[in-house]
C-alpha cells in the first residue's frame, strides 16, 4: 500500500470527515497533559485527541439521541457518564501510543520518509479543508494531526509484527459449529402493538400449547412453510459444543445436541417459552471457518493486550488530572461526509474532510450546545428421531 493511501485511510478511521461547530474552547494547550516516566505530552494534543473521538461519536449517534445530551448518559451502566468513559479511554489510548513507540525497535519498525511526507501532506489538507471555526473549536493544529498520524501508523506497524507472533492453526474439532433453525413462543404472555405486556389467562395458555403442538407435528413434514403458517418467526443459530456460554436456554442446547442433521426436536419447555428445533447441519462449513477466524482473531487480540500490558510494568504514567478535567464536551459537533476519489492509487473512493461555517444555516442538523404439559408422545427435551425432514 502506497504511503499516500495508507494516510488517507488512516485519516478515514481518526477523522471520519468535516466538523461543522461553532464556539471554541478554554484549555491551555501549552499545559503538560500527563507524562510517560518524564516524557511530557501537552493537553494540547490530548485535548485534540479526545475532541475528534467526541466527533466521531457526535457523528455516529447525534441521530438517535436528538438534543439529548448522550455525554452525561450512563451507557454502560456502570455509574460513569459517556463523556468520562471516553476521556478514559483516550488516555489509556495515548499511554499505549507512546510505549508502542518506546518499543518500535523491538519489532524494527520504522516510520519511512515517504510516510512522513504523507502525513506532512494529509496534515495540511485537513486544516485546508476545515473551517477555523470548526478547527479551533476541535483544537486542531497541524503538529497535532500528524501526531496523530505518526503514533497511529507506528500502532498499526507494531500490532502487525505481534500478529505474526500467533499460531493461527486451528482444528476442527475446536471450532466445529452446529446450525439450528428454531422458532420460539412466549408460553405466559404477549405484547399488543404499543408494547404493553398482557399475561394469559389459563385458558389462553392451553390453547397457546396447543397451538404450539399443532406446529411441531406440521413442522415434520416442512419446518419453515409451518412456521410461517402458524405465524411463527425461525431463527437460525450457530453454536460450537465447546463454547463456554450460549444465548439460547441451555435446555434448548441440550435438546439440540441430540439431533442429527433434518431432526425435528420435541416441545422443549423452559420457564417462559416453548422451543421447537430443526437441525440445519451438525457440521456447518461456513459456519465453522467463521468460527476458526474468530479464534485466531482473540488469540491475536489477547498477545497485543498481553504485550502491551508488559510495557506498562514499571513504567509510570502520571495524568494532569486538574488540567485533563477542563477539556469537557460541551459543545457537539455534527459530521458532513463527502465523497472523494484518491489519486495515484488506485479507484476506490475514500471519505474525506471538508468543513463550512454553518452558523447561519436554518438546517437543524448543525451543531447546538449540549447535543410444557404436553403429552408425552410429543413434549419432552429431545429429539424425536422417527421423524425425519
Not at 507506528?154 to 500490532?159: A, E, F, G, L, V
Not at 408460553?187 to 399488543?192: E, G
Not at 425435528?264 to 422451543?275: E, F, G, P, R
Not at 477466524?293 to 489477547?302: G, L, N, T
Request: aromatic letters at 8%.
Amino acid at each position: 500500500m502506497k504511503a499516500k493511501r495508507l494516510t488517507a485511510l488512516l485519516l478515514t478511521v481518526v477523522l471520519g470527515a468535516s466538523i461543522l461547530t461553532g464556539c471554541g474552547n478554554g484549555i491551555d494547550a501549552k499545559k503538560t497533559g500527563a507524562t510517560l516516566d518524564g516524557q511530557e505530552i501537552s493537553l494540547g494534543f490530548m485535548n485534540f485527541m479526545a475532541r475528534y473521538q467526541q466527533a466521531i461519536y457526535d457523528g455516529q449517534f447525534s441521530s438517535m439521541f436528538g438534543n439529548t445530551d448522550m455525554w452525561s448518559q450512563d451507557m454502560m451502566g456502570d455509574g460513569t457518564d459517556m463523556e468520562t468513559s471516553v476521556k478514559k479511554n483516550v488516555t489509556d489510548s495515548i499511554e499505549q501510543f507512546y510505549l508502542l513507540e518506546k518499543h518500535m525497535a523491538d519489532y524494527k519498525v520504522e516510520i519511512t520518509d515517504d510516510e512522513m511526507t504523507a502525513m506532512d501532506e494529509a496534515a495540511k489538507k485537513f486544516m485546508k479543508d476545515n473551517s477555523q471555526k470548526a478547527i479551533k473549536q476541535i483544537g486542531a493544529t497541524e503538529e497535532y494531526v500528524k501526531e496523530m498520524l505518526r503514533l497511529n501508523t507506528i500502532q498499526t506497524k507494531m500490532r502487525a509484527e505481534m500478529d505474526k507472533e500467533v499460531d493461527t492453526e486451528v482444528t476442527d474439532e475446536e471450532a466445529a459449529q452446529k446450525t439450528i433453525s428454531y422458532v420460539s413462543v412466549n408460553r405466559n404472555s404477549t405484547t399488543d402493538e404499543e408494547g404493553e405486556t398482557k399475561e394469559y389467562t389459563e385458558e389462553e395458555k392451553a390453547e397457546v400449547e396447543q397451538k404450539v403442538k399443532d406446529f411441531r407435528k406440521a413442522a415434520k413434514d416442512d419446518f419453515k412453510t409451518a412456521a410461517e403458517a402458524a405465524g411463527y418467526t425461525v431463527t437460525p443459530y450457530s453454536y460450537g459444543e465447546k463454547d463456554e456460554s450460549y444465548t439460547l436456554d441451555d435446555a434448548v442446547i441440550e435438546a439440540a445436541n441430540k439431533l442429527k442433521d433434518g431432526e425435528l426436536s420435541k416441545v422443549i419447555t423452559t420457564d417462559d417459552n416453548y422451543y421447537v428445533v430443526h437441525m440445519d447441519s451438525t457440521f456447518d462449513e461456513q459456519k465453522t471457518k467463521e468460527k476458526k477466524e474468530s479464534i485466531v482473531q482473540k488469540r491475536k487480540d489477547d498477545h497485543y493486550t498481553e504485550v502491551c500490558d508488559g510495557y506498562k510494568e514499571g513504567v509510570s504514567f502520571e495524568l494532569n488530572e486538574d488540567e485533563w478535567a477542563k477539556v469537557k464536551f460541551d459543545e457537539r459537533f455534527t459530521i458532513k461526509q463527502t465523497k472523494t476519489a484518491e489519486p495515484e492509487t488506485d479507484s476506490s473512493e475514500e471519505e474525506d474532510s471538508a468543513a463550512e461555517d454553518t452558523s447561519g444555516s436554518e438546517d437543524t442538523s448543525d451543531t447546538e450546545e449540549g447535543a410444557d404439559t404436553e403429552d408425552a408422545a410429543d413434549t419432552e427435551e429431545g429429539a424425536d428421531t422417527s421423524e425425519n425432514k
